[in-house]
């Protein structure tokens, strides 16, 4: 029960707790299920905040990813050097936003991120059909991914450039009814 | 890097764009709003050297700070988790932070201090709170394995569990206890007068003698016998009124009110709960509006860690691409529609609606025969045999079952003729089914009255039929208690002997039955139904039957792990998609249809039936609703005087006419906003066509100028750090512009 003293610095879960969402109780249970991905890796003190990453192998495999069709892109959108290796601040803030007592807002943003395959700032149709195809594994005939495609561009495209851009998806996602409900993690 | 780090995550990410739509204020703002306050030296370093080297964009410079300063506090107040920005940057806000408090005064400094001790407090609380949650485990469970569709159902299976207890504990604090609690606290009862006049003679029903022990088993399961004369039933609650040393109790106003009570908690707990669902579905005006958005991006349930449910769930989300791009089809269809077809369209559905109509007319004319011959059987002394007479006394609540099974299907198979669309199909059957179900009790309790109001020699003395209704509440609870037990067993007995055997058939043998029943599917919108049927009936009993509450608490309690086992070992769920967002709103709608048809009943006999003269706290009353006008034509005169103004009727009136205003205002303005948001969605599209229009000719007049003066060429070139939302930027702005490359035809972004 004291090893909550040798993990982190008070400081550093203080800090924790006031950039995420979650309790200090959860953020330890965290760093154990970060340090289970990879033992020999992550080390059990973190008080002087070593710099090691987890490949993204072994993140998407956790039994809450593994099943989630856009586990790469999640991992992707959340990692800073773009190859979706986590350092564990990385690994907290991925779980934090999807969390259950986070906002809409900022939820949104990283949906977007996660669902722009090419990272070019826009979901353009082969980002749809893309998200289309990890969604369905591909049981719908070509011209009925086109179609969908054609009809979610159609419903959210404000500006009328054929393509979502932040702004518009933003608009669109927040008035989703199922969004807050789905785009969550328990851990 | 001054650049919002959040979306760049890939550093060779390049677009097409131009470097004037940097400088436009809509941009500006967006990126402010995603930066935080500590950032904003280094922004206005950036934009001052902007400013130097522009004339003519010093406008909109200038309109770019206002709105950094108004950001700027902005973005101060906001918690910090909130900010999209990566962990690091996130703990370098936090120290700036608290490094710019030590600088405030100390009240500031004492405010955000205890501002942040307060928000982990309450963090924690909330934390402590969700431990105590019943079920928590199980339904994260269900969760992982099924999504949130099936999670509806249960939480809504939970929040009935907390209604029934909470409805519970206030009829037990109010009409229980003080019976329980006077003799303790020297507490002195008077109970009603058995003056021996003609309607107040109650047979004691207890029996005498040597008792069978399947005579016991009867009792209990149909609330006669030892059973009737106890707290289970309205008939053992002849208390008048309790005289405590320091206070006058009357037990027949608790009793009234404490029924007022706990269909209005009902009422405003369910409203409570609907109303973020209600909100949403008012603000989509079509229902059709963002389908497929809301399925692709918002579609998977990312809760799910088990292969099967994550199979499920994809073999769902098609089902509803499919069924949308159907839809589709069909409207096509639809429009497409001769007026011939039209025709013969309505008088088939016109036929099918009267064949619904005879199908419930002669469902709710057998349940009333069998009460009728239910109720002659009871009171028969010739018994026939044990078990026998347990189908006798169970008939009523056998012939429901029996309709709400039957009927579901026969509206399933009529509608496939009726050629509606397919969501409209689903919403049309179900609200079939609960009218079936809603309705049937209704016909059973009202052929219980005429039962109950029928004496042989026309009209009666006493206003019921005294002689074989001595007590008439009391069988009414008796009715209702039946009811809520038959219905928990065949719950049970349809799990145990239909899903299981049926899953051992499906899975062990090849056989072409087994392959046409299949595995049962979990179907959400019966299931609720059969819950929603069971509350209505407990709503109805509760004041017949005070510890109804209590028995449906413990049912639904048992439900819930049956259900759980049932769903886990024997069902796939539904591949009909039930949407967790519109089923949360279809739950309590049809929860709050079944309070306000079970108020309809209850309001009736209250009023308009005279209560039973030998039995109960209302003998002194002619009807039970009597107690509160007597109550009140004690109170003294200014109390009196106002509860008479608030019930006269030009109170009545003027408060209908009153809310009939605000309503009809409040309606006008949701029409208004609607007409305004389309308006300026509208005006969106045409600003944003407006710009790319105005953009593409300043890029050709540039080009003509550049062709016209090559000098003014390879300037060098100051870049941004990430090229994703600029290109290459120049500070000098005299000279012309330069593009890197020609612009896209559609390049906008906000």
């Known amino acids: 029960m004291g090893n909550k003293q040798t993990i982190f610095t008070d400081e550093q879960l203080d800090a924790y707790q006031d950039c995420t969402f979650f309790t200090r109780k959860e953020i330890l249970r965290l760093h154990g299920r970060y340090h289970e991905l990879a033992p020999h890796l992550v080390p059990m003190d973190y008080t002087k905040e070593p710099d090691c990453k987890v490949p993204l192998a072994l993140i998407v495999n956790m039994p809450e990813l593994k099943e989630n069709p856009f586990r790469n892109r999640i991992v992707e959108s959340f990692s800073e050097d773009g190859m979706g290796n986590l350092s564990f601040n990385e690994f907290v803030d991925m779980f934090s936003v999807l969390s259950e007592t986070a906002p809409r807002e900022l939820k949104a943003i990283y949906a977007f991120k996660i669902y722009d395959f090419n990272v070019d700032n826009y979901l353009c149709k082969e980002d749809l059909e893309k998200t289309l195809n990890r969604l369905t594994k591909e049981e719908l005939t070509p011209e009925e991914v086109v179609l969908v495609c054609e009809k979610t561009i159609e419903e959210a495209d404000l500006d009328g450039d054929n393509k979502l851009s932040f702004a518009d998806f933003e608009n669109m996602i927040l008035r989703a009814p199922d969004f807050l409900s789905t785009f969550h993690i328990r851990i | 890097m001054e650049v919002d780090t959040v979306f760049f995550t890939d550093h060779s990410g390049r677009v097409n764009s131009n470097p004037l739509l940097d400088q436009l204020p809509s941009y500006q703002s967006l990126l402010y709003r995603r930066k935080s306050s500590t950032a904003g030296p280094k922004r206005k370093g950036s934009s001052k050297a902007r400013r130097s ?3 003519s964009g010093k406008w909109a410079v200038n309109t770019v700070n206002r709105n950094e300063e108004k950001q700027k506090t902005l973005t101060l107040q906001r918690p910090i988790r909130e900010l999209a920005k990566s962990m690091a940057e996130k703990r370098r806000n936090k120290t700036q932070c608290l490094e710019n408090d030590q600088g405030l005064s100390s009240w500031r400094q004492w405010k955000q201090n205890t501002g942040r001790h307060l928000r982990r407090l309450r963090d924690d609380a909330q934390e402590w709170l969700s431990y ?7 339904i994260h469970l269900i969760e992982g394995m099924f999504g949130t569709g099936i999670l509806s159902y249960f939480s809504f299976l939970r929040f009935l569990v907390m209604l029934n207890l909470i409805i519970f504990v206030l009829v037990f604090s109010f009409v229980m206890l003080p019976i329980i609690i006077a003799p303790h606290a020297g507490g002195n009862i008077t109970y009603n007068q058995n003056d021996g006049s003609n309607c107040s003679v109650y047979p004691s029903s207890a029996r005498r003698g040597l008792v069978n022990f399947h005579e016991h088993i009867t009792d209990l399961l149909s609330g ?126 016109f036929i099918l609606n009267l064949f619904v109509i005879g199908v419930l007319a002669a469902c709710f004319y057998s349940i009333y025969i069998a009460t009728i011959f239910s109720q002659e059987a009871q009171m028969s002394t010739v018994k026939v045999n044990f078990i026998v007479d347990l189908i006798f006394e169970y008939l009523p609540s056998i012939v429901i079952t029996m309709a709400n099974f039957i009927t579901p ?53 006493c206003g019921y039929n005294d002689k074989l209704y001595s007590c008439w509440e009391t069988r009414v609870g008796q009715e209702m208690y039946k009811l809520t037990i038959f219905d928990f067993i065949i719950i049970i007995a349809v799990t145990i002997f239909v899903e299981f055997p049926r899953k051992l058939i499906v899975n062990y043998c090849d056989c072409g039955l087994a392959k046409w029943w299949g595995q049962q599917e979990f179907s959400i919108p019966q299931n609720v139904l059969e819950i929603v049927y069971g509350q209505t009936i407990c709503w109805i009993g509760t004041f017949y039957c005070p510890v109804l509450p209590a028995i449906c608490t413990i049912k639904y309690f048992f439900i819930f792990y049956v259900k759980k086992v049932s769903l886990i070992k024997n069902c796939r769920p539904s591949t009909r998609p039930f949407r967790a967002s519109s089923s949360n709103f279809f739950f309590l709608g049809v929860l709050l249809i079944g309070l306000l048809l079970a108020c309809v009943p209850v309001t009736v006999s209250v009023a308009q039936i005279n209560s039973s003269r030998a039995c109960g706290p209302f003998v002194n009353y002619t009807t039970s609703w009597e107690v509160l006008p007597s109550t009140v034509s004690k109170l003294p005169q200014g109390i009196k005087g106002l509860l008479f ?5 030009a109170f009545a009136v003027s408060f209908f006419v009153i809310t009939c205003l605000a309503m009809f205002y409040v309606i006008a303005l949701a029409g208004a ?7 300026l969605r509208e005006q969106l599209v045409m600003e944003g066509r407006d710009k790319r229009f105005l953009i593409q000719k300043l890029c050709q007049a540039q080009k003509i100028s550049a062709i016209r003066s090559p000098v003014s060429k390879s300037q060098p070139r100051t870049s941004r750090s990430s090229p994703s939302y600029h290109t290459s930027f120049s500070n000098n702005f005299d000279e012309a512009v330069f593009l890197a490359h020609s612009p896209p035809d559609s390049s906008t972004h906000v």
């Open chain 2, 53 to 55: 080297s522009s004339g």
């Open chain 2, 409 to 461: 299907l026969l509206f399933s198979f009529i509608i496939n003729f009726e050629d509606y669309s397919p969501a409209f199909e689903i919403r049309f059957t179900l609200m079939r089914c609960v009218f079936m179900r809603l309705t049937s009790i209704g016909v059973l309790l009202f052929s219980l009255w005429s039962q109950i109001t029928n004496c042989e020699k026309g009209s009666c003395v």
């Open chain 2, 132 to 138: 105590l949650q019943l079920w928590r485990g199980d």
């Open chain 2, 645 to 649: 103004a608030l019930a006269s009727e």
């Open chain 2, 673 to 679: 906003h609607k007409r305004v948001i389309n308006q």
């Open chain 2, 224 to 349: 006669g016998g030892f059973l009737e004369q106890t707290y289970l039933f309205y008939g053992y609650y002849k208390a008048d009124k309790i005289h405590f040393p320091w206070t006058t109790y009357n037990l027949p106003l608790a009793y009234l009110l404490a029924t007022v009570a706990y269909l209005f908690l009902s009422l405003v707990w369910i409203v409570k709960r609907s109303a973020t669902g209600f909100k949403r579905n008012l603000i989509q005006d079509e229902d059709r509006f963002q389908s497929f958005c809301n399925k692709i991006f918002a579609g998977w349930d990312f809760c799910i860690t088990n292969e099967n449910a994550a199979r499920l769930k994809r073999s769902s989300l098609l089902y509803e691409l499919k069924t949308d791009l159907e839809e589709e089809r069909i409207k096509q269809k639809i429009a497409d529609r001769t007026r011939k077809q039209k025709c013969r369209i309505y008088l088939i559905r």
